[in-house]
């Protein structure tokens, strides 16, 4: 049994129509041609920069990130954060890489809490 993800185009078909836009009235809100989106949801074209993405998400009610992820593409704030920390960053994403998910969720909560001490 295959559990093969949707491209970005799959995705945002399903969740366009799901939510009752016209591939014509979806494209005018993210400013692009009906033409482009349609290419992009049948992954003819490349998937939309990380910010159209960003739009599109909050359009449809999903998750940014995710939407982003998805679309190949890297959250606008991210670039700066490694280089601000290029050498820990990484380091510590290259740590966590295979974390389950909740893993994760208590690694970014212990990050939290660090960050709270260090304001007081």
């Known amino acids: 049994m295959s559990s093969k993800r949707k491209t970005f185009g799959a995705m945002l078909r399903e969740k366009r129509l799901a939510k009752g836009y016209s591939l014509r009235k ?3 809100l993210i400013k692009v ?6 290419q992009v949801e049948q992954d003819v074209a490349d998937p ?4 159209r ?3 599109i998400a909050e ?6 990130d995710e939407m982003i992820a998805l679309a190949g593409r890297l959250p606008e704030d ?6 601000n920390q ?5 380091d ?4 966590a890489h295979g974390l389950t998910a909740e893993d994760l969720h208590r690694l970014r909560e212990q990050a939290l809490k660090m960050k709270g001490k260090e304001k007081q």
Do not use: H
């Open 26 to 28: 979806f494209a005018g």
């Open 33 to 38: 041609s009906p033409t482009y989106l349609s």
């Open 48 to 51: 939309p920069t990380a910010e």
């Open 53 to 55: 993405a960003r739009k």
């Open 59 to 64: 359009l449809l009610g999903e998750n940014p």
């Open 78 to 83: 991210i670039p700066d954060l490694i280089r």
């Open 86 to 90: 290029p050498q820990e960053l990484p």
């Open 92 to 95: 510590l994403l290259r740590a």
